[in-house]
């Protein structure tokens, strides 16, 4: 698991992914998932206006997909980082529910273009956006899914998924203060980060 400032996201190894569940992320050997509102997550700065709308009115959601080639090793510098251990039917679980996150409308997820950092994209995403509905419920309603003793009803905040996390999880690393207001402000957003190495005995998330 992923904490970057407000946001908080899942990272899998695609080698793990079963082909016939998430065929688009299949170009990458690893994949970070962010789930969000669509005007804030993709602004280019943070500014008030699609913050209060971001809280205050149902609004349309995206997902954030960064896919790397080889090992994810300072990826997030600025970020949280928490590894997760799940067993295969575990895992399926929670590639089900990613796979239920794209908006399938078409025949194919819309690609939206491009991502905030890295070989990214934005795809338009099923549910809407609205407090108390955020990006963390999202997370820890993944985590919920997969088997994992996670709270979504009480996961508003990066905070409250990361302390979440830790009790059940490795902690990889705990991002300074400073580069938690470098993700806020959107500093960071070019700096991806992870001393994260992978389990080849388990399927991990990071």
């Not at 992923?2 to 016939?20: C, F, Y």
Request: include cysteine.
């Amino acid at each position: 698991m992923t904490g970057h400032g407000w946001h908080t996201g899942l990272v899998l190894r695609t080698e793990d992914v079963p082909a016939n569940l998430l065929p688009e992320v299949l170009d990458f050997q690893g994949v970070e998932f962010g789930w969000g509102d669509e005007g804030f997550y993709r602004a280019k700065t943070i500014t008030p206006g699609p913050v209060a709308k971001a809280a205050l009115v149902p609004t349309l959601s995206v997902l954030h997909l960064a896919g790397f080639n080889g090992r994810v090793e300072a990826f997030f510098t600025a970020s949280d980082l928490v590894e997760l251990s799940l067993g295969d039917e575990q895992f399926e679980h929670l590639c089900e529910f990613l796979l239920e996150s794209f908006d399938r409308t078409g025949e194919t997820p819309d690609n939206l273009g491009e991502g905030l950092y890295g070989r990214s994209r934005f795809y338009h995403a099923n549910g809407s956006y609205y407090f108390p509905k955020t990006c963390n419920v999202w997370t820890a309603q993944a985590l919920k899914t997969a088997g994992l003793p996670t709270r979504p009803a009480t996961s508003m905040t990066t905070e409250s998924v990361l302390r979440q996390s830790r009790k059940i999880g490795r902690n990889v690393q705990k991002s300074a203060s400073w580069g938690k207001r470098a993700a806020l402000t959107g500093d960071a957003r070019e700096e991806a980060c992870s001393k994260l190495t992978f389990n080849p005995n388990a399927n991990r998330l990071s």
